[in-house]
C-alpha cells in the first residue's frame, strides 16, 4: 500500500494519519521519539505492509511482472492500489475523496512539529503536487513511478519497465484489489481491536 491507503486506513485522526505517513520514514522503536497515537499507527503501517506482501493475492499479482523486474512489483503494485483505490473511492467511502485529500493536508501542516526531516520536504511537495489527487488518474501512476525511480540507487529503470507489465495485465490485478482491500480493511480493524 501506498500512502492514500495508509492514510484512508487511519482516517479517524490526524495523528493516526501522520502515524500512517511516517511508516515510511521511521526506523526502530517509534514509541521512543513520537505520542503514543503516531507510534501506535507506525507499527500499524508496518503491519499493513507485511500483511500485504505476504497476502496471496498480492503474491499472485508480483507474478504478472517479468522475472527481471519482479522485485520492484511490489513497489509498483503499491502505487498502481492507491490508483485503484482512488478511481473506485466511493466504493469504499462515503467523503469525497478531493475532501478527504484537502483535510489530510491541512492536518499534516497542523502538525509540522512532528516532522522527521525527510517529511518536511516531502509534505510540502506533495501537497503543492497533489500526490493523493493524482492517483485519481492513471497518468499519476507513470508519474508517481518516475518519482519513485529516480531515487533508487541503481536499477530505477526496472521499475518504470514494470509499467509495462502493468499494462498487459492490468485488469486482473485491479480486480485482485477488490478481492483484497477488504481483506485488508478487516485485518486493520481487527489488528486495532488488538491494540486498544
Not at 505520542?35 to 507485511?50: G, N, P, S, Y
Request: aromatic share 12%; net charge neutral.
Amino acid at each position: 500500500m501506498n500512502y492514500l491507503a495508509h492514510i484512508y486506513l487511519a482516517q479517524h485522526s490526524g495523528d493516526a494519519q501522520l502515524g500512517a505517513l511516517l511508516g515510511d520514514f521511521v526506523k526502530g522503536d517509534a514509541r521512543k521519539g513520537f505520542h503514543l497515537d503516531i507510534a501506535r499507527e507506525i507499527h500499524i503501517h508496518r503491519k499493513i505492509d507485511q500483511y500485504t506482501d505476504q497476502h496471496p493475492i498480492v503474491r499472485q499479482a508480483r507474478n504478472y511482472f517479468a522475472i527481471e523486474r519482479r522485485r520492484f512489483a511490489g513497489i509498483l503494485l503499491d502505487i498502481y492500489y492507491d490508483h485503484v483505490l482512488a478511481k473506485n473511492w466511493s466504493t469504499y467511502s462515503d467523503l469525497e475523496l478531493d475532501r478527504f485529500i484537502a483535510d489530510f493536508y491541512k492536518k499534516m501542516l497542523a502538525r509540522r512539529q512532528f516532522f522527521t526531516a525527510t517529511l518536511d520536504l516531502l509534505v510540502p511537495r506533495m501537497i503543492e503536487q497533489d500526490w493523493l489527487g493524482s492517483y485519481q488518474n492513471r497518468d499519476g501512476v507513470n508519474i508517481a513511478t518516475h518519482r519513485v525511480s529516480s531515487r533508487l540507487s541503481k536499477n530505477g529503470h526496472l521499475l518504470r519497465e514494470c509499467l509495462l507489465d502493468l499494462e498487459r495485465h492490468e485488469q486482473v490485478i485491479e480486480l485482485g484489489f477488490h478481492e483484497f482491500f477488504p481483506q485488508l480493511q478487516t485485518f486493520v480493524a481487527d489488528l486495532r481491536g488488538n491494540l486498544s
